[in-house]
């Protein structure tokens, strides 16, 4: 069986592990948390993820390459993120 969320853009073999280490084991999953709660769910389980994975799964929601997003967009994301948003 194919993981549906390799079938998503930006997120490769690690990432996905990641993200199923952390309860996230499909795309309507990873939509219906978003992308910053997706990414504070690896991190909170050890995972030394980058900010790339948060674009990375940003990306993957908006199907869209993750370095296709705008510095706005990048920097909306981590005020989001270091104000504990999670949408």
């Known amino acids: 069986m194919q993981d549906e969320l390799l079938e998503l853009k930006n997120l490769g073999k690690t990432s996905v592990q990641w993200l199923h280490a952390s309860g996230i084991h499909s795309p309507d999953e990873l939509r219906k948390l978003g992308s910053i709660a997706a990414y504070q769910a690896v991190k909170s389980r050890g995972f030394r993820a980058s900010k790339v994975l948060l ?5 993957a929601l908006l199907n869209v390459p993750w370095n296709n997003l705008s510095n706005t967009h ?14």
């Open 55 to 59: 674009y990375a799964i940003e990306g």
């Open 74 to 87: 990048k920097e909306a994301l981590l005020a989001q993120l270091e104000n504990g948003s999670t949408h």
